[in-house]
């Protein structure tokens, strides 16, 4: 059994900075896929970040250029290092990732339980 756990999230003041971590624990042999989503009350789900195993990025273009997607593959941890933030990126941020438990074995996917970003003065 894998899980992902999202910690790192708070408030902070428009114009700062923040990085929150989404740690996989349990069978992992390789993380192919990670990726940082955000749901703001009365909104959909959105995708904010991707990574592949080797390396690969894209971003949402409302935050590109603010935010960088990073991940440890010795810690099986992802990043989101989120600056220059602004109001309208308060929401809940949630870790996905797909991973294989062994070598050969098909990707599973799972999410984090999600941790709050509150953006305000």
């Known amino acids: 059994q894998v899980q992902l756990a999202e910690s790192g999230g708070g408030l902070v003041e428009p114009g700062g900075s923040l990085r929150v971590s989404c740690a996989a624990s349990?069978?992992?042999?390789?993380?192919?896929?990670m990726a940082w989503y955000r749901q703001a009350p009365g909104m959909q789900r959105e995708l904010v970040a991707q990574i592949t195993s080797g390396g690969t990025t894209n971003y949402a273009d409302s935050v590109k250029g603010r935010f960088t997607i990073s991940k440890d593959n010795a810690k099986n941890t992802g990043y989101l290092q989120m600056n220059s933030l602004k109001r309208e990126d308060t929401a809940v941020y949630y870790c996905?990732?797909?991973?294989?438990?062994?070598?050969?074995?098909?990707?599973?996917?799972?999410w984090g339980q999600g941790t709050q970003v509150t953006v305000s003065s």
């Open positions: 996905y990732a797909q991973i294989q438990s062994s070598w050969g074995a098909i990707r599973n996917a799972y």
């Open positions: 349990g069978s992992i042999f390789r993380i192919n896929y």
